[in-house]
């Protein structure tokens, strides 16, 4: 009943009927196309909850061998998608599908080509898989077969977020060559992050002419990390103009005269979307039980804190998890601060990156240039690609 009601409410009779058996559907697939179409569920449960919440079937098809083992994918003949998209549209109960059609925003029919996961799959999706990172063929199709700049951003913030930056890259060049202004910016600080600040202030100056604030904003942050102050303070003076909160503090920190550093304060948070009817209380479900994490783990109560901080994570705060690490640290644990904070980077919270290196006696200044491979280890040097230029392949390739 609890899980019915955390979907979107429209639902509800459905969810109570079909729910557990869309569940057992998905984790206990059966038949000759179930272990296939088991694979499209989970793709489409970790890209609803990194906010892709419609499923173009190219992508779902490119992302899908990700979930499958070495033998599962060698065994698939040439019509296992068809039969993996029979699987994952099966009607349950004579009431729902797990992958299920997208009204047209107007008018009658359904969009073609696109599929979006039932509502009870989604919130089951959010407690069972919050701490696994997507494979790479998951951010590979992302890249490939998404068109939407803000849904390639949002995509490539959460391959970010989880120390992925290899795929963030590539997924940041892709909403750039769809038009992201946005993308270009984050792109670009992160090029100048990387040691690349010809790149970043090639990447950002278009945008910066088409009079994107956030794009000018950083070029004059970067002009005045070169130690041409002049022309910074003239790119900071024209951003000003504008009115906005970031560009007059920017203008400001660099009138001061000191060395600004580009980090979020000074550049603008990307905006939210609508919430949701529960985000109130669900946000302060998130206080409370983070707030309940942290003291378990003070009072050494260290199981207790990490099931609150696990349940937390699940609510969307991964942060406390980094701190029961440090707690396990502090004690002579490192195998279970290793543990947490893999957990927390793993969920979404990059704070924690430095401390999983540092745990490991491994270079923090490595870890946040090249970030993670899909196993958690210190990813292999990679390249850029330029995305002013054609993409070259699916992904960076080695350095």
């Not at 699987?87 to 299920?100: E, S």
């Not at 956030?214 to 009115?243: C, F, K, Q």
């Not at 207790?304 to 440090?326: D, M, N, S, T, V």
Request: aromatic fraction near 6%; include cysteine; glycine fraction near 10%.
């Amino acid at each position: 009943m609890a899980t019915a009601l955390e979907t979107d409410g429209e639902n509800l009779t459905q969810g109570l009927a079909a729910g557990p058996d869309l569940v057992r559907h998905y984790e206990q697939p059966a038949g000759e196309h179930g272990i296939y179409g088991s694979a499209l569920i989970a793709v489409a449960i970790d890209a609803h909850r990194l906010r892709l919440p419609l499923l173009p079937l190219s992508f779902l098809e490119a992302a899908a061998p990700g979930y499958l083992s070495d033998q599962q994918r060698s065994q698939a003949g040439p019509d296992w998608f068809t039969g993996a998209l029979a699987y994952a549209r099966t009607l349950i109960k004579d009431t729902t599908r797990p992958l299920q059609e997208v009204p047209r925003p107007s008018g009658m029919g359904a969009l073609p080509g696109v599929l979006r996961l039932a509502d009870y799959l989604q919130q089951h999706g959010r407690q069972t898989r919050w701490a696994r990172c997507p494979p790479p063929s998951f951010w590979e199709a992302a890249s490939v077969h998404l068109t939407n700049g803000a849904d390639l951003t949002h995509l490539a913030d959460a391959a970010r977020a989880r120390g992925r930056f290899r795929y963030a890259s590539l997924l940041y060049g892709a909403a750039v060559r769809m038009g992201s202004l946005e993308a270009r910016v984050v792109l670009a600080r992160t090029r100048e992050y990387a040691g690349d600040r010809e790149g970043a202030l090639r990447l950002v100056g278009s945008a910066a002419e088409q009079g994107y604030i956030g794009a000018m904003v950083l070029l004059a942050l970067l002009h005045n990390r070169a130690g041409d102050r002049p022309t910074a303070l003239g790119i900071a003076h024209a951003a000003a103009r504008s009115g906005a909160p970031h560009a007059r503090l920017a203008l400001g920190l660099l009138r001061q005269g000191g060395t600004v550093q580009l980090e979020y304060e000074v550049m603008p948070s990307p905006s939210s979307e609508p919430e949701a009817w529960h985000e109130g209380e669900l946000r302060r479900l998130i206080y409370i039980l983070t707030g309940q994490a942290l003291s378990a783990g003070w009072r050494h109560s260290l199981g207790q804190a990490e099931h609150l901080a696990c349940e937390a994570a699940k609510a969307g705060a991964p942060y406390a998890l980094a701190r029961i690490a440090l707690l396990r640290k502090w004690q002579g644990d490192e195998q279970g601060a290793a543990r947490m904070y893999r957990l927390a980077v793993d969920a979404g919270h990059l704070g924690a990156l430095g401390g999983l290196a540092r745990i490991r006696n491994e270079s923090p200044d490595a870890y946040m240039r090249l970030g993670l491979e899909t196993d958690g280890s210190l990813a292999d040097p990679w390249t850029w690609q330029d995305p002013d230029s054609p993409p070259a392949g699916h992904t960076p390739g080695p350095a």
